[in-house]
């Protein structure tokens, strides 16, 4: 297995009735987006449009090669150990750790070690992984 191209991790929750507020008081850090339903939203291509949900997250950069475990251990470095207030976000909104992988090739992967996916485990949330073929026509 060759090393992983690229990669970006998040961490969010996601439910019509978020408070973005509430969720920043209780892990101790502002998000990269916050954002309640119906509010503007900034897209990837930069236009403003209303939110279909509330959502809380915090991005990591994207990093080349990739390093999936290593972006999801400094995002929760950077948030508060409390599980309590994790487990219940969890359960009132859709929490998960979002992996986007790009691929350069096609033998590549990524470990996460078991450590990491304790801290993800015992504070409710999913993994969700959108795995990208490299355009090789560009």
Not at 3 to 20: A, N, W
Not at 37 to 59: F, H, I, L
């Amino acid at each position: 297995m060759s090393i992983l191209f690229m990669s970006t991790v998040s961490i969010g929750f996601y439910g019509d009735d978020l408070e973005p507020e509430q969720i920043t008081i209780s892990l101790g850090d502002e998000p990269t987006v916050g954002v309640k339903k119906g509010e503007a939203c900034p897209s990837a291509t930069g236009a403003s449009n209303p939110a279909r949900t509330g959502s809380w997250r915090v991005s990591s950069e994207n990093c080349q090669p990739g390093d999936v475990d290593g972006q999801i251990n400094a995002l929760f470095d950077g948030l508060s150990n409390n599980l309590s207030a994790w487990k219940a976000f969890a359960q009132r909104y859709r929490g998960r750790v979002f992996c986007g992988i790009f691929l350069g090739s096609g033998n590549e992967g990524l470990t996460l070690r078991p450590e990491t996916l304790l801290r993800i485990g015992e504070r409710g949330l999913l993994v969700d992984l959108d795995i990208y073929e490299r355009d090789v026509t560009g």
